[in-house]
């Protein structure tokens, strides 16, 4: 636990962006319920949801906000700041809170400012808006999450000094990659005295299962700890963070997590070696680094399953070519297929990893063949 904004806040936080599903492909409420208690028995008290995460808000108003009391915890949802007026804009809060049924939100963040984007958030007067709830008592603090450049963080955080904290993407990954940029939006996030909330530590699941030369890099070690809580313990780990959110999917996956961040530690001299040795091994290695969180999908004409077809293209390396058309058939049954594409670029310009789709998925027309 350490203290911010006058509360002891857990380190790990529970993202809510990929609960757990039933054979409906519908949110498994139950297991969720069962997630929550096992993460507030372990000390959490950080959640986190959006308007935009299907089915995500209703879910927690079943797991959580109906079974605690709403002092217990902390609630954290994002609006989305869509290129559909001012007004629908402004009224995601109130439908967010309708669905959640928490009162109010204790972070609430405009969400996943990118140079795409940051017109509506200007033209739309978001930033004084945010401030209005806060009167209001409908928010308690209020700041955005980032997926763009140092340079527009940096004009973001000098034009809007009240902004109370960022949340960023952050993972041993991306910590270079200057698509993201990690390290440096971090340090731009510390010498404006802003705390941080890391999203996608394990990269979309990525760094939980990653490439066979990174696996064995941290099997030499013998810890026990998975590939996951390497990843989660490396963000952990820096200055200036308040949380790490874990999209977790299973209570396998919540078991995983507290068993490193329950009594957490942040890495020592050597497991710092160790994790550079992975960043090196991954740099080698040339993949999609699709996080899978189907923005780009939203709006394709041809409704093409990209991240999905991308992580076929990430598991190729190492699987017979039968598997790996095998898999491509199924992801992309009854969808469009990569050939399909009409290179409209509406998904490069929703990605927030700043991916080169068309050209991606040009090369995935081999899986077809």
């Known amino acids: 636990m350490a203290e911010f904004f006058g509360r002891?806040?857990?380190?790990?936080?529970?993202?809510?962006?990929?609960l757990p599903k039933d054979a409906d492909g519908v949110i498994d409420?139950?297991?969720?319920?069962?997630?929550?208690?096992?993460?507030?028995?372990?000390?959490?008290?950080?959640?986190?949801?959006?308007?935009?995460?299907?089915?995500?808000?209703?879910a927690i108003r079943k797991a959580?906000?109906?079974?605690?009391?709403?002092?217990?915890?902390?609630?954290?949802?994002?609006?989305?700041?869509?290129?559909?007026?001012?007004?629908?804009?402004?009224?995601e809060i109130y439908t967010s809170l309708e669905r959640t049924g928490a009162q109010y939100f204790d972070f609430y963040l405009l969400h996943a400012l990118q140079r795409s984007n940051i017109d509506n958030y200007n033209k739309y007067g978001l930033w004084d808006y945010v401030k209005e709830l806060k009167a209001k008592g409908l928010i308690r603090h209020y700041g955005f999450s980032f997926h763009s450049d140092p340079e527009l963080l940096e004009q973001i955080l000098t034009d809007h000094p009240d902004m109370e904290f960022v949340q960023l993407q952050i993972n041993y990954a991306d910590w270079e990659n200057p698509g993201v940029a990690s390290r440096k939006n971090l340090e731009i996030c510390r010498k404006h005295g802003k705390p941080v909330i890391v999203m996608e530590p394990v990269k979309g699941g990525i760094l939980a299962d990653p490439i066979a030369s990174v696996k064995a890099i941290f099997d030499q070690e013998k810890n026990g700890l998975s590939y996951?809580?390497?990843?989660?313990?490396?963000?952990?780990?820096?200055?200036?963070?308040?949380?790490?959110?874990?999209?977790?999917?299973?209570?396998?996956?919540?078991?995983?997590?507290?068993?490193?961040?329950?009594?957490?530690?942040?890495?020592?001299?050597?497991?710092?070696?160790?994790?550079?040795?992975a960043q090196e091994a991954l740099n080698a290695y040339k993949a999609i680094p699709c996080t899978?969180?189907?923005?780009?999908?939203?709006?394709?004409?041809?409704?093409?399953?990209?991240?999905?077809?991308?992580?076929v293209a990430n598991r190729k390396e190492g699987s017979p070519e039968f598997r790996t058309r095998r898999e491509y058939t199924i992801v992309t049954q009854?969808?469009?297929?990569?050939?399909?594409?009409?290179?409209?670029?509406?998904?490069?310009?929703?990605?927030?990893?700043?991916?080169?789709?068309?050209?991606?998925?040009e090369s995935c027309r081999e899986f077809e063949e």
């Not at 399909?340 to 990605?351: P, V």
């Open 334 to 361: 009854g969808r469009g297929r990569a050939s399909d594409c009409i290179q409209c670029g509406q998904c490069e310009a929703a990605c927030p990893q700043h991916l080169p789709i068309i050209e991606l998925l």
């Open 292 to 311: 899978g969180c189907h923005y780009c999908t939203e709006g394709c004409p041809m409704n093409i399953p990209i991240p999905e077809i991308f992580t």
């Open 64 to 91: 959580l906000v109906e079974r605690y009391p709403r002092e217990s915890y902390m609630l954290a949802s994002k609006m989305m700041a869509f290129d559909r007026g001012e007004e629908a804009v402004k009224e």
């Open 8 to 18: 002891d806040i857990f380190k790990l936080g529970f993202g809510l962006m990929r």
């Open 29 to 58: 409420v139950a297991e969720t319920a069962e997630m929550v208690d096992r993460f507030i028995e372990a000390g959490g008290n950080y959640f986190d949801t959006a308007f935009v995460y299907n089915g995500s808000e209703e």
């Open 228 to 277: 996951a809580g390497w990843a989660v313990r490396f963000v952990a780990s820096q200055p200036g963070v308040m949380v790490v959110l874990s999209g977790m999917s299973s209570l396998a996956q919540m078991e995983d997590n507290l068993s490193y961040m329950r009594d957490f530690k942040p890495l020592d001299a050597h497991e710092e070696e160790v994790i550079r040795a």
